[in-house]
């Protein structure tokens, strides 16, 4: 049975939606997973989408979360298509400065680090720890006040920040550039460290 929202009577209209699904359709060879579905979410809301196992409600959150793509229908945020990043140059330059800083922080744990062992798995902790708390796992906007300022200590927190500008508001460059400024201060300091820490190794051999 194909999840439809045309025909259970589950569609909506909203002024301001957030998160807009329009006449989704999906199909499995001969098989319609989803069928004309459409409705909008509003900020502040919570949906749930219920049915017995093959309804489609897995695929519709596939297609969303961009694992999936729809025969046919529109999905959009803030009333912008989905999965569109905005200017291409600000996403590479957002990318960019976010694998500088990885490169970075990579560098300077190779650096300080009394094994490759320890490397690892200190670095693996890092990576998990400061993912979590910088909004790799759950969206910066779930986060109370504190956590939020917590959580831009992190740069993970400032290119979450830079790619929602991109992705929700279709931002170019000029709207990234704190974000870029902050994430460039970051790999900046990180190479700097680093580079102290591989100077003062080779010293002591």
Do not use: C
Not at 43 to 66: D, F, H, W
Request: aromatic letters at 6%; hydrophobic letters at 50%.
């Amino acid at each position: 049975m194909a999840l439809s929202t045309a025909r259970s009577g589950l569609e909506r209209r909203s002024a301001h939606p957030v998160l807009t699904y329009a006449n989704l359709r999906k199909s499995f060879g001969d098989l319609v997973a989803v069928d004309d579905v459409s409705f909008a979410i509003d900020t502040g809301e919570t949906y749930g989408l219920l049915g017995p196992n093959g309804a489609g409600k897995t695929t519709v959150i596939s297609i969303v979360a961009g694992v999936l793509g729809a025969d046919a229908g529109d999905v959009s945020v803030d009333e912008r298509p989905m999965h569109s990043w905005g200017s291409p140059v600000a996403a590479g330059l957002l990318m960019l400065a976010f694998a500088v800083t990885a490169g970075g922080a990579g560098m300077l744990m190779g650096a300080l680090a009394g094994s490759t062992e320890q490397a690892i798995a200190i670095g693996l902790l890092l990576a998990l720890g400061m993912g979590a708390l910088g909004g790799s796992m759950m969206p910066l906007e779930f986060f109370s006040p504190t956590m939020l300022t917590v959580a831009h200590l992190t740069p993970h927190a400032w290119a979450a920040d830079g790619f929602a500008e991109l992705v929700r508001h279709g931002g170019g460059v000029g709207d990234i550039l704190v974000e870029l400024g902050v994430l460039s201060g970051y790999a900046l300091l990180l190479f700097a460290v680093a580079s102290w820490g591989l100077r003062r190794n080779i010293a002591r051999v």
